[in-house]
């Protein structure tokens, strides 16, 4: 901002024509850019205004109007403005793609080739990111003339002063290891990542179940919302803010100690932008990633990005296997398969069951299906089962759980509806099992 504001003064102009724009992936980024533009240039003679969604246009349209030096914009506002024609961009002189990775790739390349086709051909771009990966600095390079690149780091590299560690944790147990984190160190301000807007919800309202006041920030938010959550986070009013990657792309939280991986991303880069919102501007932070056995192979793609491993440090009752969420057994896992022995897929029904099914096909007035290979007639309704003087043709049933075992020709005993077998309870707490493995329960 500092050389942009130094080469404005020196090309002064009087026409109210937006001569520098600003373009950032996230409205929280918008904002924050536009306050640096006040800042640094509250004794110089430039007006500026923030453009982005989820707010109304009228307050912009009468900012553009007055007339502005800077607009600091997302792309999908800013295409508002153009297609009513409440902005003029062609006098723009610098053009500024901030977290310039995030704007080019698929997600927003098609609205930024709408904005370049609308500025002067003669402009100055810069591009501004942590990480650059190769195929967009080629794609940079089909709007770029000769450009020069100025690297302060190694490519991908963390602040030096961010201390990594990687806790290895089942599933279902993450969010009970990041409370039990946040109250026994004490933690006042923590970040956290998870990877969709559901999962952050829900993370925020258990973790305020567990006595720790949190609030969630992501795409379906309103933007009051949002700034809100975002203004109290910065406060030190919100202990911990769980947020997906849109918070990850340059939002500034002064000193800020802790940020939690609890989904590592897919994308190992959006590793190096999270944990880059602590350890800044001097200051000593700790990155802490949440890994289960689904996430090794993405922490290994951070770690090749980094060119450096990440400290694993088992936490004392937390031990991946320990308190109800080992795998099932293996001959829990074997009795899958065999129960879907049936054509179609559909598990094999018990005897007890094609027994209880029998009655709603007698009652609803329509014939039962012949059996598939066997002989004789289907039985009318009220015709006794076996053949004359033959006694029933029935195999002995093994006892039920809690039950004597029957006498061939004897009665079972009555059994209330409700009640389970002991195969069913065994089934039934098996899925119980899987749901907790996968976080479902």
Known sequence: MLPILQLLSQRPSAAKKVRVLIVTPTRELALQVEESVRTYGQFAKVKSTCVYGGVGMQPQVDALRRGVDFVVATPGRLLDHVQQRTVDLKQVEILVLDEADRMLDMGFIHDIRKILALLPSTRQNLLFSATFPDEIRKLAGTFMKNPATVEVARRNTPAELVAQVQHPVDHARKRELLAHLVSTNNWRQVLVFCKTKHGANRLADQLDKDGIEADAIHGNKSQNARNRALKRFKDNELRVLVATDIAARGIDIEALPHVVNYDLPHVAEDYVHRIGRTGRAGSE???????????????????????????????????????????????????????????????????????????????????????????????????PPQRHGQPPQRQAQPPRHGQPPQRYGQQPAARPKDRLTAEQEAQLQEAYQRMKEEGLR
């Open 285 to 383: 932070g700790e990155a802490v990633s949440l890994v289960c056995h689904e996430d090794r192979p993405l922490m290994a793609a951070i770690e090749r990005l980094m060119a450096r491993e990440v400290t694993s440090r088992v936490i004392e009752g937390f031990e991946p296997g320990a308190r109800g969420s080992r795998p099932a057994a293996p001959e829990q896992r074997q009795r899958r398969p065999q129960q879907q022995q049936r054509r179609g897929g559909q598990p094999q029904r018990r005897p007890e069951q094609r027994a209880q099914q029998q009655p709603q096909h007698r009652g609803n007035g329509q014939q039962p299906r012949r059996p598939a290979s066997g002989h004789g007639h289907p039985q009318r309704q009220g015709q």
